[in-house]
């Protein structure tokens, strides 16, 4: 346990990507089976024990300290595992004068997977005992579930993958036929047994992806070679069912179906589906806003699926009745689509997305420039005799986003960044004006070039007029000129809006900020 | 505890500017400038520029010349460890406070009554300054920074050895330790030379003279040189002290691949470690911790004892629990860097 307590709190302290999966990856190295395969279930977020709460953990904490000041305690460390882990009494030694043995990782999954209720604090309390600070703090993370360390399911995959040379797509593939302590795993990653067989399960198959169009490629592609479709303002999904089995998995494999059960009752079987989730209301896409409701949520309401009514988009078809189809051309795998489509309706919640004829890319340019429909980003250029490949090659698939709306507004807070530019005031708070006062309307952490950011870092420091922690409130005279995809109401920001993707486009050092836009000019904006 | 003739709370009392003691007319610690100010430490809270009169060990007053040279005071009288002084009614001595160099309680004693003022202090063995000497009490006042059951800080040599650990395991990188620029960073040099690391140490600008200032006072700290100046490889596998605030600064960008280190005793919270940016938390304190504030009290405290600045309210809880007369003072003006 004092080595899994030793890399949660080494993840928590390093704030770099590269740092994480160094640690990860030394961890994987030399920490025997099975412990670094709990670990891992861990760090990916698949291990949880619904027998213990964190109000069984504060009443053990509570019964060893005196209450009122473990309450003034926990206001002022405001975690409960730092509080408790902190606050916990040493433990007296055993009649033979040793301290307790201090528990394996192993040992506290398994003890606490059998577990009932009642058991759980009576395994806690030796456990406590037997570990330093830091071992409790990650005890009872580990046993209340929320980990909070800044690692993603998909960056423990990496970690494992940049350890083992084997690709993160192809752990990907078989992620999701494996169970922790994932010794079948570890003996393939290190060379012992041959891959594990997928069989029958309904496994994560690692997207294709696109690449951005730039302004340039256009002139070297032929229109004849491209397919186009509408590109979906939602979130990139992918729908498995094999053998009665059924998933949703998000772009990243994450399995997202118990917040979506519409979706899963109305899945056929056999059939690998790629598609856009989506909020659709009476055949007409409603905001990004109205799909983070749901989004929210790990399990809706009623109220929740009447109000807010999910549906998938379907682009792609990639294993039907048994037969592995990413080989086929886009072209061949749409007829596939579609005739599938045809076969297994009619269907409530899945339906197409349309091709869009064209002939040229001005064409095709006009229609992009005119959609300014909700759901709609831009397009999506598909090569026909394109099979469907994992990650994102060069080439087959490019997204053009539709032209960026922009609006003028004022630099009002500045706070220092992370990791690299952690030196630098690089995350900024700009506002609009509304009367004579300014309304903040977004943050933006990008768009900028490095010679951009020390001249703003300079001048944030040379006009700052209050601080707040990290956080400078400057005094209004930068104009900033902001690009954004689009804006929608929000009832969690003071101005009542929020754009999505706000990013620096310029810099107006040149422009006085009284001519900086209006709330309501943004508000004119609002789709 | 038989009834004193002149309770404390009839002669001294918690005022705007700071504790007044008023047979001796004389402020401690006072938060604005006072004609008669008698001072604990050095650290800029307690020790204010622009008073008339000082008194304080002769430590602190070296401490309060080098930083607010002539504005440190009209005049200037320093009081050794231990030495008796009459001030009208009242005799004052300074007893060891082991918080940092010249740190000093206030002890007053009038008509047979003592009070005890504890200021900044703490119990932990520190090469830099004289440990701290109980002294027993009719009334204690003590300071609470850490008067949370949450601080147990573990013994500063194990810190130390994470920090060379760190280093030997990123031979490449520097490594930045945020210090407080008077005396965390000095102990913080001391400890590594104790722990047997005899490298050079490189120091940011703000913390220079007051590291000369604690050598001219006897304190060996070993090869110290400026940060500035200095050729960004020359800075691999370095230990670069400066305070807090300068990791924001334009110059910490210069260093090599920096491990962020900081000693604190607020280190002890890892959110609180994470959300300042630092990597390596160091739990090093001078200021006492939740068993230690305790210990004092049972060690000092005849009955009463008025709390100060920190988290008063667990403290006086606790201590009223256990049989004192406690009550929180709210003076206003201290801060919480350490």
Known sequence: MNRFAALLEALLLTPSRTGKLRLMGEYFATEPDPDRGWALAALTGELSFAEAKPNQVRALAAARVDPELLGWSYDFVGDLAETVSLIWPVAPLTASGASPPVPGLAEIVGNLRRAGRAEVAPLLAPWLDALDPTGRWALIKLVTGSLRIGVSARLAKTALAEWSGVAVDRIEEVWHGLEPPYQRLFDWLEGRRPPPEIGDLPTFSPLMLAQPLEDDDLARLDPVDYLAEWKWDGIRVQLVARAGNKRLYSRSGDDIGAAFPE??????????????????????????????????????????????????????????????????????????????????????????????????????????????????????????????????PKGPWFKWKRGALTIDTVLMYAQRGHGKRSSFYSDFTFGAWDGDALVPVGKAYSGYTDEELRRLDRWVRNNTVRRYGPVREVAPGIVLEIAFDSVHRSTRHRSGVAMRFPRIHRIRWDKPCREADTLEALERLLN | ?????????????????????????????????????????????????????????????????????????????????????????????????????????????????????????????????????????????????????????????????????????????????????????????????????DEPIYLHGALLA???????????????????????????????????????????????????????????????????????????????????????????????????????????YYANKRGYRARALTLIGFEEEE
């Open chain 1, 263 to 392: 979706i899963l009752a109305a899945m056929p079987d056999e059939v690998t589906l790629d598609g856009e989730l989506l909020v659709i209301r009476n055949g007409e896409v409603a905001s990004f806003n109205d799909l983070q409701q749901r989004l929210n949520r790990k399990v809706p309401s009623e109220k929740m699926l009447r109000d807010y009514p999910a549906a998938i988009r379907l682009y792609d078809i990639l294993r039907a009745a048994g037969e592995d189809l990413r080989p086929l051309p886009f072209a061949e795998r749409r007829r596939r689509l579609e005739a599938w489509h045809d076969a297994s309706g009619p269907h409530a919640v899945l339906d197409l997305s349309p091709l869009i004829p064209f002939s040229t890319w001005d064409e095709l340019r006009a229609l992009r420039d005119r959609a300014r429909d909700h759901g709609i980003e831009g397009l999506m250029l598909k090569r026909a005799d394109a099979p469907y490949l994992a990650g994102r």
């Open chain 2, 1 to 197: 505890m038989p009834i004193a003739p002149h309770p404390p709370e009839t002669w001294i009392r918690p005022t705007a500017a700071g504790l007044y003691c008023e047979p001796g007319d004389f402020y401690i610690d006072p938060q604005q400038p006072v004609s008669r100010a008698v001072i604990t430490h050095a650290h800029g809270d307690h020790a204010r520029a622009g008073n008339a009169q000082v008194l304080a060990t002769p430590e602190t007053l070296a401490i309060m010349q080098t930083r607010y040279g002539g504005d440190a005071g009209g005049s200037l009288q320093p009081l050794g460890y231990g030495e008796r002084l009459r001030v009208g009614g009242t005799e004052i001595r300074l007893a060891p406070a082991g918080h940092i160099l010249g740190s000093a309680q206030i002890v007053l004693d009038f008509h047979g009554v003592r009070v005890v003022v504890s200021g900044d202090y703490k119990r932990r063995a520190d090469p830099t300054c004289t440990p701290f000497e109980p002294v027993c009490a009719d009334l204690f006042v003590t300071e609470a920074t850490f008067g949370l059951p949450v601080f147990h800080h573990p013994p500063a040599a194990a810190e130390i050895d994470k920090l060379l650990h760190s280093l030997r395991l990123f031979p490449d990188r520097c490594h930045l330790v945020g210090v407080y620029a008077l005396g965390k960073c000095q102990r913080v040099l001391a400890l590594l030379r104790q722990a047997g690391y």
């Open chain 2, 210 to 316: 007051l590291t000369r200032l604690y050598e001219a006072f006897g304190i060996a700290l070993g090869a110290v040189l400026p940060a500035s100046g200095v050729t960004r490889d020359s800075l691999k596998g370095r230990i670069v002290l400066a305070p807090p605030s300068a990791f924001a600064e334009p110059c910490s960008r210069r260093l090599p691949d920096p491990v962020v280190a900081q000693a604190s005793g607020w280190m002890r919270i890892r959110q609180r470690a994470k959300a300042s940016g630092v990597e390596l938390p160091l739990v090093i304190s001078d200021h006492a911790d939740w068993d230690e504030l305790n210990m004092t009290l049972d060690e000092v405290a005849a009955g009463e004892v008025w709390v100060t600045h920190g988290r008063e309210e667990a403290l006086v």
